[in-house]
């Protein structure tokens, strides 16, 4: 091993150990006036018990997943059909259980740790707010970097581990082979992704939905008062769904890009090691050690994050952003530089490093656009959130509409940005001259890989972000709970829009993350078909001349499968937004029965019980996610086995692009709705005659209805479907073999 | 040419003879009280003021098109990439913008004179239902039928018209060549449905809301008041979305069917001539003759249009489908047994002709499964809509996300059994042993054009079917108007009822037929770009073994192009939603105008200026369809000059399965909100204590919400992305020559 490859296990290290010194930071601060300490408290008891529920559910699901998957692959994975053939049958079984259950259990636990912190960020978020802004920016930032550096960092060590344990461990592995023997790890976070994300997102916003309903609709009291027992809910919802249902989503995204990107990287491999290149295995491990980069990056970062106290929060995390973004390239080009060294190579005119370098910065120059499409359309200073607020003053039916369009138009600059970056990251690759012995050109796809990899270099910071507005939301809610000082209060306001913006930001990122990832695996998936049938081919067993050279569209099975993957996408969100409604039901019943059995809550004499609700809406909302967690497992895998590999490849691309436009329109649309809401609240809305629309008008009422309509939409089917998208992707990845015909 | 062959003409004639029958058997009939006269009247006035207004239009746009289709294929289509090189440049040129001219005629020519009809026999219905239930369903039945009459023969005649033409009277054209050279035809269609349904679209809902907020919001007088000049116009808007843009939509079906079976059918053809079998031509003149008997099916089930008072109008009309489709199984029988004489030759053990009457009766089925699939999804005494129902009792928010939960779930059984179609019928076709020089077996893609010409022999039923909705719901509106007794009135209503429900079914199977044409027409440009690379390999132009064997997912170019199709979708439907905002407030300031510059207008003693309101309407509805309009051009061909011949099949595809699964949601969530609305107006709606909700609750409020959000999906959107689909495939398919690369 080259020493620079040195850098993944000591950054994952750091990482780990920074998050560790982070979190003992933040815990160590003041938790404020005892009646913030007494919300804080039940926001944690409420999330205590939903750690508990979810995860020992999805534990449960994940092992019966480690043990089918691996009967499943020890027994259609054959000699015949195997990638590594030496490893057939019951040896290849156990390795992809083995890694499967790694992977899902790193991803429970950067998810399980990165809660836990964050629902103790929050009250000592609120707490700072009394004192100063930037004290509690800094708070909310460092209780946010816990999960995103455990999740980056348990990502990275974890892909690197399994890889290191299965190359190094045993015999007859070769660096070239051992890459597709780790697909299990993504499958796995794959699939504890798609289970904390659903039932984080169906819970969150049942739990909104029906606290309101049956507090304020049916009790007449107050959004948000102690006495309903689903506020509490709600407000560890927030954690749930942003916090612990992003991060798994984006554990998948860096854990099944970074795979994905490996597999690519053995093409290059056998190109540098015929060339006689130094290191020709670097190839292989560039994008473990460009994300290490990324880690360092972004450790700098957090010491960046400070300002004025009469600054926009949003320019303070912004300077860490950019810190990030920066040094990301630096870590780009030496890495690039030290590890595809090609003995002086050089290619159309530059050195092959330097294309790829190139293709890793239209990575980060994607993310960085993305950060700025999402704020376009969903912050209140732009066009469409204006859009939405003026109709809202023809009623809610106009506000709908108005939303619809917008969110519906979303769509173009996000397609033509992810276009754009494919298109140039694959010809910048191309020119670097990577041509295998067959005549095929690797070097495009192993651009958009670098490309990826580029991307994923800020994943840190941007899930620290993210995981700042459920804890800085939190914190308003402590603060409006403890009735803390207006100063406190306005203070932990600002916090919570910026927080509005940063979560938005994030779906923006996994959504262009997830659409590069499906095509990484995608092409991934192309080269584990292609080493399989070429075994078969050697063998005998199969025809010469039958690999897998084109995913036809024009061939029926494959249109269909096509058609199938963009209908699954559709089915899938309306079985998500659906069981929302029912999981709601089954808040209001069980807050009905306290106030009703419990007479005391009503005068405050008697406490309620917080932990029951979380506990029955977490049950209710784990019930709930099964019948969409079924459909998305068990749709690539009919599709794969009745229409075989070059349609299940089919159904993967099309159900891809069609879930990534799909969750744009929600994730967008719902965040256009929420900040036309918060727009109009905030008195910018105006009548012909220049009278403020602001709440209690009609206008509010009917932009009321757009909020509540976009959060089922941007917080439940909208983030699911990026799951969906890499669940497709690894799925099949794993399950090639059965796929074969 | 065979005998059979000569039905062709005769079935199209008598067809335009049997609608004019028809005509004049409505327009005989009594106009009804002076009452109903005069709001007959005023309909017509405003609709002929659309109908000059908007052809005017689209006439001079299509005159535009012919000339700038015709300059660019006579400059692009040079004779290294001409499909039939003989006639390259100028000839082929001329020849396609005559054809595209023809298309276009022939497709203003069926809408305008079967809108003329439309708005004449409204007010006759209205008076017909004074005396009968089944006479009433008879005239607006009648009436309907000359649109679908005049559709299918038009384009059937349209078709034979030029195909002959080109075949006959220019020497060197081949009976193989010629279907490649009426593709303009099929472009003129398109090209004029896309403005007919855009404007149509955007015209029919822009009066619709715009009428209600300037009436009912503003002057405080009822909907529906003759006082508000809009009110006509949205009376005369119904007309132009459902029978003029859907005619104009499923002309165009027919129409790009039936001329990419005919390309289809040369494959066949060759087969067929280099065995011997008799009449090989008849292979090609196959789609021809099947929609023949199709329409003389259709004019055999008008007599069966008949039953007793008492019954539900609804099985009336079902019964001439009934007939329609089983004649229909008789004709097809008929036309595979007598043209596709094979001599006797048996392929897997039945005949040749059975396997493709097989595919054909798998079309016939499809439709049937379509009109209950809709109805289901779309009628009040199924799930969904209760559903939605439901949902209504806690406000227009879950209102809102109940219908959109049930629209995506509609994408399910749709993609479903457009999938096992498209499966099945070509597996029957791939039994028939149609094996070309080459080895590639063609049968099977012949097989999805049979069935998808067996689908369309119920077109001209399924048309009237929908005519008969605008029809019946003027006819409410006429009844309304004149205070006509409540007898009469509750004939209507019942019929009104009806009509929807057959909107909504001839919505699904314009889907159907879309998404069956655009796999159609895309099989004919992969043929037609390979009839052009061959001609080039054999000039030497090009290298040998560069056919286009495959549209290639994996392939970058095409995956993007793919991403950008699918965008497309959205970001042409957001631009469709949102110019009905803008329509409408062109039509709240000539009302406006009107109430302050005619003060009579609201005593009664001055007739508002409908013609007035309908024109403005008209242009605006007009200035608004140029953006979609231009979007939806100019993405194909930009795509295709940019990324070449195989992406834009790839764009193609994908955009085709995005605008299928969209427009289903779009539709039929459309249909269940405005369906949802009146179950609750029928009183079927009731609290937990069994009170009905009926009018006037906050449950009934929060349905016209659902419903006036609907409006625009499901008569603008929707309808408009069948239209799209199509175009997408008629404009690859006729500028092939500019993409190849």
Redesign the interface.
């Known amino acids: 091993m080259e020493l620079i490859t040195w850098v993944v296990p000591a950054a994952g290290v750091a990482a780990i150990l920074f998050a560790l010194y982070l979190a003992r930071d933040v815990l160590s601060r003041d938790t404020g006036t005892p009646e913030m300490e007494a919300v804080g408290g039940m926001i944690r008891e409420g999330a205590d018990a939903f750690v508990r529920r979810q995860y020992t559910t999805i534990g449960a699901l994940a092992l019966v997943g480690a043990v089918v998957i691996g009967l499943v692959i020890g027994f259609v994975e054959t000699r015949d059909v195997a990638d590594v053939p030496d490893l057939a049958g019951a040896p290849i079984g156990i390795m992809t259980a083995i890694a499967f259950l790694v992977g899902a259990i790193c991803s429970m636990a950067s998810g399980i740790i990165g809660m836990l912190v964050s629902v103790r960020s929050n009250v000592r978020t609120a707490s700072a707010a009394r004192r100063s802004l930037v004290e509690a920016v800094q708070v909310a930032m460092r209780g946010g970097a816990v999960s995103g550096f455990l999740v980056v960092a348990l990502s990275l060590l974890g892909v690197w581990g399994i890889f290191t344990a299965y190359e190094g461990l045993i015999g007859d592995v070769t660096v070239a082979e051992a890459p597709f023997l780790i697909v299990g790890f993504g499958f796995g976070a794959s699939f504890v992704a798609l289970f904390a994300q659903l039932g984080g997102g169906i819970y969150t916003k049942a739990a909104d939905v029906g606290a309101d ?1 049956v507090g304020k609709v049916e009790a007449g009291i107050p959004e948000d008062d102690p006495r309903n027992a689903g506020v509490i809910a709600d407000l560890v919802g927030d954690n749930v769904g942003d916090c612990a249902g992003r991060g798994a989503d984006l554990f998948e995204s860096t854990a099944a890009e970074n795979i994905g990107a490996m597999i690519l990287g053995v093409a290059a491999f056998v190109i540098a090691d015929a060339a006689g290149w130094p290191n020709p295995e670097a190839w292989i491990f560039f994008p473990l050690v460009v994300r290490a980069f990324g880690l360092l990056a972004t450790i700098v970062a957090m010491f960046f994050i400070r300002g004025s106290e009469t600054e926009n929060p949003m320019n303070i995390l912004n300077r860490g952003y950019w810190v990030t973004t920066i040094l990301s390239v630096g870590g780009l080009g030496l890495t690039t530089f030290v590890m595809m060294d090609t003995a002086g190579t050089i290619s159309n005119g530059l050195p092959v490093w330097v294309w790829f370098f190139f293709a890793g910065i239209v990575g980060l120059a994607t993310s960085v656009v993305f950060v700025y499409i999402t704020q376009y359309y969903t912050a209140g200073s732009y066009r469409p959130v204006r859009e939405i607020a003026e ?1 809202s003053k ?5 506000n ?3 939303g ?3 969110g ?2 979303t ?2 600059v ?3 940005t ?2 754009v970056a ?2 140039a990251s ?1 010809w910048l690759g191309s020119q670097a001259g990577l041509v295998n012995a067959a005549g095929h050109d690797v070097g ?2 192993f651009g ?1 890989a670098v490309a990826t990899m580029g991307m994923l270099m800020t994943t840190a910071y941007i899930l620290a972000m993210d995981t700042f507005g459920p804890i800085t939301d939190n914190a308003g809610g402590v603060a409006e709970f403890s009735r803390a000082e207006a100063k406190t209060r306005e203070i932990t306001d600002r916090l919570d829009a910026v927080g509005n913006t940063t979560k938005a930001l994030t779906k923006g990122y996994a959504i262009a993350s997830a659409s590069l990832a499906a ?1 990484l695996l ?2 991934a998936y ?1 080269d584990k078909v292609n080493l399989i049938l070429g075994n078969q081919i050697a063998n005998g067993t199969r025809a010469a001349g039958t690999l897998l ?12 499968a ?3 993957g ?2 699954l996408v ?2 899938f ?2 079985l998500a ?2 069981a ?2 029912v999981t709601a039901q089954s808040i209001i019943v069980e807050v009905r029965r306290q106030f009703r059995e419990m007479p005391g809550i009503m005068d405050y004499s008697q406490r309620p019980d917080y932990a029951r609700v979380v506990d029955i809406t977490t049950r209710a909302a784990l019930r709930q996610m099964v019948a969409p967690g079924l459909v998305a497992v068990a749709t690539p895998i009919a599709v794969g086995v009745l229409l075989g590999h070059e349609a299940v ?2 159904m993967l ?2 159900g891809t ?2 879930g ?2 799909l969750a744009t ?1 929600l994730n967008n649309g719902g965040g256009a709705w929420d900040n036309a809401k918060k727009y109009i609240e905030a008195g910018n809305l105006t009548d012909d005659a220049g009278n403020v629309l602001g709440k209690g008008t009609d206008a509010h009422a009917a932009a ?2 757009g909020d ?2 976009g959060d ?2 941007k917080d439940t089917a909208g983030p699911s479907l990026h799951v969906l998208v890499k669940l497709l992707a690894t799925i099949t990845l794993v399950l090639a073999p059965l796929f074969i015909r």
Chains 1, 2 share one sequence.
């Open positions: 309903l109709a023809t009623g809610p039916a106009t709908i509409i108005s619809t369009a917008v519906f138009e769509t173009a996000t397609a033509i992810i276009g494919l298109i694959h495009g796809i958009t095509f995608f092409s192309i050279e084109a995913v036809n569209l024009a061939d029926v099975s494959v249109f269909v096509g058609l199938i963009a209908m559709y089915f969100s309306s937004i659906r929302v409604g490849a089919g691309m099309v692009i069609a990534v436009l329109v009321v209805v509540t309509v089922p939409f």
